[in-house]
């Protein structure tokens, strides 16, 4: 392992601690050399989400987010990056980790360090690495978190479940998944749940944009991307006619791939075969 710069299968967290460019070390990045490349890549997706920037520039003049300490839990990306940034404009101060081990764009990660952001996130964590980020974000000098913005629910039932005098500080959280949004009516059903929470998932602009539109090209390409194989006469089995299946399903039919969907749904299910969907009912 190169202690500017990371190799092999080293973990970042056992090794000497990196700096960014104004000595600030308060992260912990695969190579914070790569963050000239992860900021070109944060950039295009600027120029991709103009409604980000606009609310970006509102927000920086009003400083909405004065005072608020975010715990923030997701996916890094450029996308993902774009959103942490606009936080920061608002005056929020963040500490972020990554919700899934194979998901952080390390060169993402290194940009946003760069920037000056406690970022805890690099690809191809091991289990003990994905709860050692999430605790640096939950404790720090002079920090005490008062939201939580989570993908998945794993920050926010890490803290309830072993730090629970610092959850009941918390003021809100805000959860994009449905595993997340699941986790949180079981707590609530226990009567368990003291802190207002959003659910983020089931949102019209969610459901209805994001889950199709967004993942009729995401799944795929991601498919493609770790497959190497073309879609064109494949026999493909969808499972789940849901918003995420009708894009999948719209996104395979124009690779000329033959498909296949089960569904258990009945409504789902007859959405499917007036789409003229070869069914499996179950």
């Known amino acids: 392992y190169d202690r500017v710069g990371g190799v092999g299968d080293v973990s970042p967290r056992i090794c000497d601690t990196q700096s960014n460019s104004r000595g600030f070390s308060d992260f912990c990045v695969r190579n914070i050399r790569q963050s000239g490349r992860g900021r070109r890549l944060i950039e295009h997706a600027e120029r991709e989400m103009p409604g980000m920037m606009l609310l970006r520039k509102n927000l920086a003049h009003e400083q909405p987010l004065e005072g608020a300490k975010i715990v923030c839990c997701g996916h890094i990306t450029a996308q993902s990056a774009v959103l942490l940034e606009t936080l920061t404009a608002a005056g929020a101060h963040i500490r ?16 946003l360090a760069e920037s000056g952001i406690s970022i805890f996130a690099w690809k191809q964590q091991s289990e003990q690495d994905f709860w050692w980020c999430i605790e640096k974000c939950i404790f720090a000098s002079s920090w005490q978190p008062n939201m939580i913005l989570d993908d998945g629910g794993d920050a926010t039932h890490h803290m309830f479940n072993d730090f629970n005098g610092t959850f009941n500080l918390i003021k809100g959280i805000v959860e994009e ?41 995401s799944v795929i390409d991601s498919i493609k991307k770790t497959t190497g194989l073309m879609f064109g006469g494949k026999q493909v089995l969808v499972c789940g006619y849901g918003e995420v299946g009708k894009g999948c399903c719209d996104a395979l039919k124009g690779l000329g791939a033959i498909l296949y969907v089960s569904e258990i749904d009945p409504i789902c299910a007859l959405q499917a075969w007036f789409n003229r969907e070869s069914l499996f009912l179950r």
Request: hydrophobic share 30%; net charge positive; glycine share 2%.
């Open 96 to 111: 972020v980790c990554c919700c899934n081990v194979n998901t952080t764009n390390n060169k993402v990660a290194a940009a």
């Open 177 to 217: 998944s449905i595993t997340g949004v699941h986790r949180l009516y079981q707590l609530a059903q226990q009567q368990k749940l003291t802190i207002p929470a959003m659910n983020v998932h089931d949102s019209v602009t969610k459901t209805k944009f994001d889950n199709y539109y967004y993942c009729r090209e």
